[in-house]
């Protein structure tokens, strides 16, 4: 079975300082890996996906296959990045399913001021 | 920026009605998904719509759930007879392709008496 696992769900970290939220995924060939973020009162939104490789607002996850992770990073946490945060996986593209996501169970994430 | 819509946001039933949650996707999307979140728990996928049938459904999709598409812009889910357990968030997401990016609705909450 696909899981997502977010060993998490609270994380509370002072402003400027560095933050990582967790994620680990089961085995199955090589998945897709996405971080979507719920910030309050809005929908959820994709924050970055692994094959991009790419930096948003300064977070970074690197896919890590040896030990099946995935983190989110980011050096510096601002206020405005507390937000709920969920991990998420799918299946790779040439398995010929529709972007069926399995989500992690989701961190909440406070930077306090 | 075009967003998914879903109405209603707010849905108090009885046991053993049924209900219908609607949802009108980004308008040149093909993929369409039905997810739901109970209270406290993860995000768990329903349904994955593609060319006017469902391409996966997961196990909670059982026969009291049904998709479709009745006039090329809504996309709704209807529950036949609900029970207390359908109590949830119900989210619609729409994806333009292959992607992995699924854009979200804010959520049709689902109370069952």
């Known amino acids: 079975a696909q899981r997502v696992t977010q060993p998490e769900k609270l994380l509370s970290v002072f402003k400027g300082a560095p933050v990582e939220l967790k994620c680990n995924y089961s085995?199955?060939?090589?998945?897709?890996l996405f971080w979507y973020v719920q910030y309050s009162r809005q929908r959820l939104q994709l924050l970055l996906r692994?094959?991009s490789r790419e930096s948003i607002k300064g977070f970074t996850a690197d896919l890590n296959k040896g030990e099946t992770s995935f983190h989110l990073k980011k050096p510096f946490a601002q206020e405005e990045d507390s937000a709920m945060y969920y991990c998420?996986?799918?299946?790779?593209?040439?398995?010929?399913?529709?972007?069926?996501?399995?989500f992690g169970s989701g961190t909440q994430l406070t930077v306090l001021p | 920026e075009p967003e998914v819509t879903q109405t209603p946001s707010h849905q108090v039933t009885q046991m053993g009605q049924e209900v219908i949650l609607r949802c009108v996707p980004i308008s040149n999307h093909l993929y369409f998904y039905w997810y739901r979140q109970i209270l406290g728990q993860k995000v768990e996928f329903l349904v994955s719509f593609y060319n006017n049938e469902i391409s996966e459904k997961s196990e909670i999709f059982d026969d009291q759930f049904s998709v479709e598409r009745p006039d090329g812009s809504n996309f709704t889910l209807k529950i036949r007879s609900t029970k207390l357990e359908d109590s949830a968030m119900y989210f619609c997401?729409?994806?333009?392709?292959?992607?992995?990016?699924?854009?979200f609705g804010e959520g049709s909450r689902l109370t069952v008496l």
């Open positions: 997401a729409s994806s333009g392709g292959y992607t992995g990016e699924l854009f």
């Open positions: 998420a996986r799918s299946p790779p593209l040439s398995s010929g399913s529709a972007r069926q996501l399995t």
């Open positions: 085995y199955s060939g090589s998945p897709e």
């Open positions: 692994h094959i």
